[in-house]
């Protein structure tokens, strides 16, 4: 149970703000403990693959040695190492990675990229 209120009030910080690395630490503290494969805590998997992933701002990221502890336990519990590399390391947010992380798919016209991708774009249709 507090395994699911933890990632229903995380989804809702989602949307609306970054999650302060030290409520991750303190996240992370209280579940030191549990065994992060059993049932009824698989719903932390996705609460630290969200809160701890690198955003590639020094003030909003986890510190470094607890991003690496999170990944572990959750490579000890089964989470496949390609899935806690945007724990360990910056990762552009993919399009399959889009519609779990903000919920829904985006209305029809509206597109999220990078700036690289905008301008590759607007090359392409100038030629």
């Known amino acids: 149970m507090a395994g699911r209120q933890l990632s229903v009030e995380h989804e809702e910080a989602w949307l609306t703000s970054v999650v302060p ?5 303190r996240t992370d503290a209280a579940f030191q403990n ?6 009824e805590l698989l719903e932390l998997h ?9 955003v590639g701002d020094r003030s909003l990221d986890v510190p470094k ?10 490579e000890r ?5 390609a899935r806690t590399g945007s724990i360990k390391a910056f990762t552009p947010v993919g399009r399959a990675e889009r ?5 829904e798919s985006l209305p029809p016209g509206l ?17």
């Not at 519990?77 to 190492?81: H, N, S």
């Not at 905008?118 to 030629?127: C, I």
Request: proline share 4%; net charge positive; aromatic share 8%.
């Open 111 to 127: 597109l999220l990229g990078s700036v690289q991708d905008a301008e590759r774009k607007v090359l392409r249709q100038d030629t």
């Open 99 to 103: 519609s779990t992380l903000y919920g």
């Open 46 to 54: 996705t609460l630290f693959l969200r809160a701890a992933r690198v």
């Open 34 to 39: 549990f065994d992060w494969a059993e049932a």
């Open 65 to 74: 040695s607890l991003r690496n502890q999170i990944a572990a336990k959750l």
């Open 21 to 25: 690395p030290e409520m991750v630490a």
């Open 77 to 81: 519990a089964g989470v496949a190492p």
